[in-house]
Structures are given as structure tokens and as C-alpha cells.
């Protein structure tokens, strides 16, 4: 057996096969593509269960049908190899059985595996890492942040790895509102790791959620050194910038960098097409012009349309149908969901049946005048972290619901989720133009009438 700089036992004699897949380790900490050292770590070792795992575990996170066939194949092949290794090691039998897990969407049950490991090796970096994505898409920051938390106690600032730790530590803290604690965590491990994408994302939202504007623009625009080396995060850098030049007003900016570091390609990975979507939405409700924009998204959600996979996914789909008009496929998205909600089971289909379901039917609502058929907007607010994503990402949902008790005059509901949106972030643009209207259909006016541009 042999233990990787980062913490992790493997079950080979290889040294060349450690040192890739100890490069496989530090590309998926820095947000880097790893898929180039976890194939030349399997072409050293083809029998070595974690770069399976690694191949399952990354495809069953895309969120997406055909990535989960992939990543149910990559998970057996993983158990061949662990059986061929006579057992494996502690490190290995626990990646495999996380591998099964996440790959049948199970990533509750696979974020536990990787958390109970980590009580017994706490410097395993790999399943730190990969329990904290789980739980950022599943919406449980209090676990990201318990994890970390106890996990940190047995590293040292010189341990390989330490500063992305730290990095996904002050995401936790930031997630839960103790932003202070958050942005010194964030800046300690960006000051560690210069790479670290996710700590310096972690200060970013810091800044937009309590309205640091011109802090965090030069905050994004001082760190766009490491944005080429990172996989499609950059995208998501990009959006965090243009969230900041949104709330300047400055809509000719937002605009160019939605065209060069918001989806400049097209692309139907969920996380770009959340950026891209959120962002237009955003514009939208603004009354700007976005010229054809929509039109590529539409294509894309087009071809998503039947994919209810990750509700978080499907409800963006949706939102770029509607936005396009596309009234059948949106109807028939709504459908998917619907269906899967009652007859599939596993963490998915939980987050539809507790809040996708109704949060799609006020969204695609927006197409007719149907409103909201009875459901208790205020309910939704409360049951939007289910979704996964962060509140940054969420409160795109946040403003729906605004919208959407404006359009029906319930002042009680309208009341309660911008309270309640007010306990997540600072009063932006968006929450000003709110409060500054004498009426409520003033404010449905000033967010320019989404019903009547639809």
C-alpha cells in the first residue's frame, strides 16, 4: 500500500500512478479539468479503484441521464478493481461504496460514507473535497460546515491541501451567514493556495451578500490570473463578476462579460447554463434588452426538457422555456417533474415533491394567467435550500416569488419572503426598487412586467 501526499491509501506499487493521481487530487481542489491525470493515472494502473472512482463520482455530479449511466459503469468498474486488489484499502473500499451511492442519486447517502471516513482519516483531502460538492449541490451547508469544521482540527497550515481545505471552510461559513469568520477563512486560503478558486469564491459572496460592490469587482478583476486554468468554474467567476456590475447599473458591462466569461460557447453542463440563464432572468427583470441571448439557451433546454435529473437543473431549463415562450416544452418539463415527484424515489425526487413541483408551476405561470394555483408562496421561500446550489444562486428564485406575489397583490406573502430574503443579503437594487414603490403594481411595473413581455 501506498498513501498519496494528500491522504489517501492505495492498494498498488506504483509511485508513477500515485504521483498522477495525486494531480487528479489537486485539479479537482482548484477547480482544474482532471480528466487528463486520471486517465494517464489508469493507464499506469488499470486496476486502481479511486481513479474510477474519480471518473464515476465527476459524471454522477453533471446531473444529467446520460452522465449517470456513465457513472453507474465507472462505479463497477471501481468494485472490479477493488475485488482484484484483494479488499483494497480503508480509503478505497469507502470511495467505491460512494461511487454506488452517488451514482444511483444517492449523494445524501455517499456525502455520509466520505464524512464517516473522515472521522477516521481526517487528512484524506480527496473525500473532504468530495462530500463538500455533495452537500453543495444537495443545499446542506450546515453539514459542509460541520465537517470542515471537525476535519480542520487534525491539519496544520503545512499539510498539502490545507488552503483548499480552508477554502471549503469558509464557503460553510459563509452559507450559514457568519460572513466575517467566512472572509478571513476565504482570504487565508486563497493567501495559501493561490489557486484556490473555491476560497476566492467563498470571499465573493461575502461581498454580493452583504453589498461590498465595488470591493468584490476588484476583488473578481484582480483574480482573473487563475481563471484559464480552471475547468468551467471560470464561467461561474464571470457570473459573480457581472452580479456585481448588475447592481452598478452598469448593464453595457454585464452584457460583455455574459458574452466572454458567462457562456461565450455553447454549452449544456447545468452550471453554465444556471449562470447564463440566472443572469438573463436578472436583465430581464431589469427591463434591459439582451438582443437574441436567449435564443442559444432555448436550444438548449429544448434538448433538456425531458431530463429531470437535478431539479435544480430542470427548474433553469424551465425558466429559459418560458422566457422563449416555449409553452409545450415547458408545459412538458412541468409534466417530468410532476411524474418523477410521484413515481421515481431517491433524494431527487424528494426535491421535487417538496418544492419543485410547486416552484415550477409559479414559473411557468409567468406564460399564462393561470398564477400561482394556490400554492403558498412564503412555504416555497422557506424550502428553496433543498434545491442545493448557494443562496447567491437561489435568490434568483427568491425574486420569482417576489415577482410573483406582486403580479397576485398578496401583500402577506410579499411581506414574508422579502423578510426573509432580507436575512440572507443586504437591501440590493432589486429589494430597493421594491420598497421605493408606492404600490404593488408599481413594483410589478418596475420589474417590467414579466407576464406582459412573455
Known amino acids: 500500500m501506498l498513501t498519496d501526499r494528500y491522504g489517501r491509501g492505495h492498494t498498488t506499487a506504483s509511485r508513477e500512478a500515485i504521483a498522477a493521481f495525486e494531480e487528479a487530487t489537486?485539479?479537482?481542489?482548484?477547480?482544474r479539468p482532471p480528466g487528463e491525470y486520471v486517465a494517464r493515472t489508469l493507464e499506469i494502473e488499470p486496476d486502481l479503484p479511486a481513479a474510477w472512482c474519480l471518473r464515476s463520482l465527476g459524471s454522477a455530479l453533471l446531473g444529467r441521464t446520460e452522465a449517470m449511466v456513465t457513472a453507474k459503469a465507472d462505479a463497477d468498474r471501481a468494485n472490479t478493481a477493488l475485488i482484484r486488489s484483494g479488499g483494497g484499502t480503508r480509503c478505497e473500499q469507502v470511495l467505491v461504496r460512494a461511487a454506488f451511492e452517488a451514482s444511483h442519486g444517492r449523494l445524501h447517502a455517499s456525502a455520509?460514507?466520505?464524512?464517516?471516513?473522515?472521522?477516521?482519516v481526517p487528512r484524506d483531502l480527496l473525500a473532504a473535497k468530495l462530500s463538500h460538492a455533495m452537500r453543495f449541490m444537495s443545499g446542506q451547508p450546515e453539514r459542509m460546515l460541520e465537517t470542515t469544521t471537525r476535519v480542520l482540527r487534525h491539519w496544520s497550515d503545512e499539510a498539502p491541501g490545507y488552503?483548499?481545505?480552508?477554502?471549503?471552510?469558509?464557503?460553510?461559513?459563509e452559507e450559514t451567514g457568519r460572513y466575517a469568520e467566512a472572509e478571513a477563512a476565504?482570504?487565508?486560503?486563497?493567501?495559501?493556495?493561490?489557486?484556490?478558486?473555491?476560497?476566492?469564491?467563498?470571499?465573493?459572496?461575502?461581498?454580493?451578500?452583504s453589498g461590498r460592490v465595488d470591493e468584490g469587482i476588484r476583488w473578481l478583476e484582480g483574480s482573473r490570473t487563475i481563471w484559464p486554468e480552471c475547468n468551467n468554474f471560470r464561467f461561474h467567476l464571470g457570473w459573480h463578476l457581472a452580479l456585481f456590475y448588475l447592481e452598478q447599473g452598469n448593464h453595457a458591462r454585464v452584457l460583455e462579460l455574459y458574452d466572454r466569461d458567462v457562456m461565450p460557447a455553447a454549452s449544456d453542463d447545468f452550471r453554465?447554463?444556471?449562470?447564463?440563464?440566472?443572469l438573463l432572468w436578472r436583465l430581464k427583470q431589469a427591463g434591459v434588452p439582451v438582443g437574441s441571448r436567449w435564443e442559444l439557451l432555448r436550444d438548449i433546454a429544448l434538448k433538456r426538457r425531458s431530463d429531470v435529473t437535478y431539479v435544480f437543473a430542470s427548474l433553469h431549463y424551465l425558466l429559459a422555456l418560458v422566457a422563449n415562450k416555449e409553452v409545450s416544452a415547458a408545459v412538458g418539463l412541468?409534466?417530468?417533474?410532476?411524474?418523477?415527484?410521484?413515481?421515481?424515489?431517491?433524494?431527487?425526487?424528494?426535491?421535487a415533491r417538496n418544492v419543485g413541483v410547486d416552484l415550477a408551476q409559479i414559473i411557468k405561470a409567468f406564460l399564462?394567467?393561470?398564477g400561482n394555483s394556490g400554492v403558498n408562496m412564503s412555504d416555497i421561500a422557506c424550502r428553496l435550500p433543498q434545491l442545493g446550489g448557494s443562496n447567491a444562486?437561489?435568490?434568483?428564485?427568491?425574486?420569482?416569488?417576489?415577482?410573483?406575489?406582486?403580479?397576485?397583490?398578496?401583500?402577506?406573502?410579499?411581506s414574508a419572503i422579502s423578510r426573509l430574503r432580507s436575512q440572507l443579503r443586504w437591501q440590493d437594487r432589486f429589494a430597493r426598487g421594491m420598497l421605493a414603490s408606492p404600490s404593488l403594481a408599481a413594483f410589478a411595473e418596475s420589474n417590467a412586467g414579466l407576464r406582459g413581455q412573455l
Open 26 to 31: 489537486l485539479a479537482i481542489a482548484a477547480h
Open 112 to 120: 455520509t460514507l466520505l464524512e464517516d471516513h473522515l472521522a477516521v
Open 163 to 173: 488552503g483548499f481545505l480552508l477554502g471549503c471552510h469558509a464557503f460553510g461559513l
Open 186 to 209: 476565504g482570504r487565508e486560503a486563497v493567501e495559501l493556495e493561490p489557486s484556490d478558486a473555491w476560497g476566492l469564491h467563498a470571499v465573493s459572496h461575502v461581498m454580493e451578500m
Open 272 to 278: 453554465d447554463m444556471a449562470n447564463a440563464v440566472s
Open 334 to 351: 412541468l409534466q417530468e417533474l410532476s411524474q418523477a415527484a410521484v413515481e421515481e424515489s431517491g433524494d431527487q425526487a424528494d426535491v
Open 368 to 370: 399564462d394567467t393561470t
Open 393 to 414: 444562486q437561489r435568490d434568483l428564485f427568491m425574486r420569482i416569488l417576489l415577482v410573483a406575489a406582486s403580479d397576485a397583490e398578496d401583500r402577506g406573502t410579499l
